[in-house]
């Protein structure tokens, strides 16, 4: 299998919606062909968030959001789970340090942690990720 890495909200709801795909979300989807990724446990609230937003907004439908989920259920995406005393120490530190929310800087913590590769398109997590050496999906 080939390398793992750690996978942002921001690509995965790029997927959702034809018109915020591009070479990076692309290329991703593509890595999960063959590799499996890591996720924070915030992640299925951030997912579901977008989608009921989106929802609610009438940009999607209910039969939408339905087979979204279908589709994300069916990636090979590991949710790792975390305690609330680390959410509220080494988490809150590097967003604190390196100025991501700290709902991102999950994503980073993870992958220090994990010693794996981030693929996001977040600017300010991408920021924080070159500060931290903690290498880009490209």
């Known amino acids: 299998m080939a390398r793992e890495f750690v ?3 921001s690509i995965v709801i790029a997927w959702c919606f034809q018109d915020q795909t591009n070479l990076l979300t692309e290329a991703v989807l593509r890595k ?5 990724a ?17 929802e609610r907004k ?10 979204i989920l279908s589709f994300i259920k069916n990636l090979p995406i590991i949710v ?9 120490t080494e988490i809150l530190s ?3 340090e390196y ?3 700290n709902y991102d800087a999950s994503y980073l913590d993870l992958a220090m942690r994990l010693g794996l590769p981030l693929a996001t398109q977040d600017k300010e997590l ?13």
Do not use: F
């Open 7 to 9: 996978l942002d909200n």
């Open 32 to 36: 999960l062909e063959i590799s499996a």
């Open 38 to 54: 890591y996720v924070p446990a915030i992640w299925p609230l951030e997912v579901g968030n977008v989608l009921a937003a989106t």
């Open 58 to 67: 009438g940009c999607l439908s209910k039969a939408d959001v339905i087979r």
């Open 80 to 88: 790792e789970q975390e305690s609330p005393e680390r959410m509220l």
């Open 94 to 96: 590097l967003a604190r």
């Open 99 to 101: 100025r991501p929310s």
């Open 126 to 138: 991408r920021a924080a990720a070159n500060k931290c050496k903690v290498p880009l999906v490209k």
